[in-house]
């Protein structure tokens, strides 16, 4: 069970796979995150860009049905890119953004199963 100062909740992952499918979300990667993905890939960065990355050079192309395209999707979700997934994927669910956006909160909560809120 994880926690973190600041965040009104714990997180134990359940292995849902619902945060790497969320309707309408998205991946940013970074130069040097894109360079570890294509080398965990085997893919030259020039290739992984073409193949993974939309026209706008730092967004994930999406999957199947809006989920991530590295969601191996299941029983148990898993990420295929794990040891090189994105930092915002590594911080799932404490966001900064989080802390004081109600609506989004809500919305996390709601779609992940692994979220204890606190009691009030
Ligand atoms: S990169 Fe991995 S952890 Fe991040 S959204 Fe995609 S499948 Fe999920």
Redesign the pocket.
């Known amino acids: 069970m994880r926690r973190e100062e600041g965040f009104p909740f714990s997180f134990s992952c359940k292995r849902s796979g619902n ?2 499918a969320i309707p309408g979300g998205f ?1 940013r990667v970074t130069s040097d995150e894109a360079a570890a993905i294509a080398r965990l890939l085997g893919l030259e960065l020039a290739a992984f860009y073409a193949r993974y990355v939309q026209p706008d050079g730092v967004t ?1 192309k999406d999957g199947f049905g809006n989920r ?1 395209v ?2 191996n999707d299941g029983q148990q979700a898993s ?4 040891e090189a ?2 930092q915002k ?1 590594r911080q799932w669910p404490f966001w900064p953004e989080l802390r004081t956006d109600e609506a989004l909160r809500q919305l996390v909560l709601r779609t992940c199963p692994g979220i204890e809120p606190d009691e009030r």
């Open positions: 945060c790497c991946v994930l991530c590295f969601l990420c295929s890119i794990y997934r994105p994927c």
